[in-house]
T-cell receptor, first 115, second 114 residues
Framework: DAGVIQSPRHEVTEMGQEVTLRCKLISGHNSLFWYRQTMMRGLELLIYFNNNVPIDDSGMPEDRFSAKMPNASFSTLKIQPSEPRDSAVYFC?????????????FGPGTRLTVL | GDSVTQMEGPVTLSEEAFLTINCTYTATGYPSLFWHVQYPGEGLQLLLKATKADDKGSNKGFEATYRKETTSFHLEKGSVQVSDSAVYFCALSVGGTSGSRLTFGEGTQLTVNP
């Protein structure tokens, strides 16, 4: 199994530009999580999907951020317009169900730099 | 709300030293507890987990015991290696409407010197 796949691995963009981060879940998994990691705030959950439905988006910073699951195996996180404070490493993770005992499998992350 | 508190880092040890990284939690439900490890430039990997009180999770020589009475899940290893140098994150998941979402501690940077 290839594990969780994220693209791009690195993204450098200018303030105001649109950024799209992509994630492919592990086959058979039905829960998808987007996290953001910064030095100041550590690891934060942005949004959580179960069976393609957003369950909890309370961590999404503001309207500039949006996330979708167009199908059961793929998700996008979009930032429009981007700002320097969005610079962070963004991880997606998947798990096989919504149970609290589940193991989450993390992708390698996308390092975003907004100039 | 739910939260996890880890001992402050960074922690620097010599090879073969004993390691303890403290972790305490507060949770509204009955959580599952996890330790994840992040090697430089990589994503997080599950190191071990425990899903009920008094359970001991173990992997690669690391251990942690779920202590409900002290709301703790301290990570230990009897003899660390240089290859254990990484950032360690304690986390919890409470289930219910929160599903398997993880709440993380701040992370503890471990450096092991030869």
């Amino acid at each position: 199994d290839a594990g969780v796949i994220q693209s791009p691995r690195h993204e450098v963009t200018e303030m105001g530009q649109e950024v799209t981060l992509r994630c492919k879940l592990i086959s058979g998994h039905n829960s998808l999580f987007w996290y953001r990691q910064t030095m100041m705030r550590g690891l934060e959950l942005l949004i959580y999907f179960n069976n393609n439905v957003p369950i909890d988006d309370s961590g999404m910073p503001e309207d500039r951020f949006s996330a979708k699951m167009p199908n059961a195996s793929f998700s996008t996180l979009k930032i429009q317009p981007s700002e320097p404070r969005d610079s962070a490493v963004y991880f997606c993770a998947s798990s096989s169900s919504g149970a609290s005992t589940d193991t989450q499998y993390f992708g390698p992350g996308t390092r975003l730099t907004v100039l | 709300g739910d939260s996890v508190t880890q001992m402050e880092g960074p922690v620097t040890l010599s090879e073969e030293a004993f390691l303890t990284i403290n972790c305490t939690y507060t949770a509204t439900g009955y959580p599952s507890l996890f330790w994840h490890v992040q090697y430089p430039g990589e994503g997080l990997q599950l190191l071990l987990k425990a899903t009920k009180a008094d359970d001991k999770g173990s992997n690669k020589g690391f251990e942690a015991t779920y202590r409900k009475e002290t709301t703790s899940f301290h990570l230990e290893k009897g003899s660390v290696q240089v290859s254990d140098s990484a950032v360690y994150f304690c986390a919890l998941s409470v289930g219910g409407t929160s599903g398997s979402r993880l709440t993380f501690g701040e992370g503890t940077q471990l450096t092991v010197n030869p």
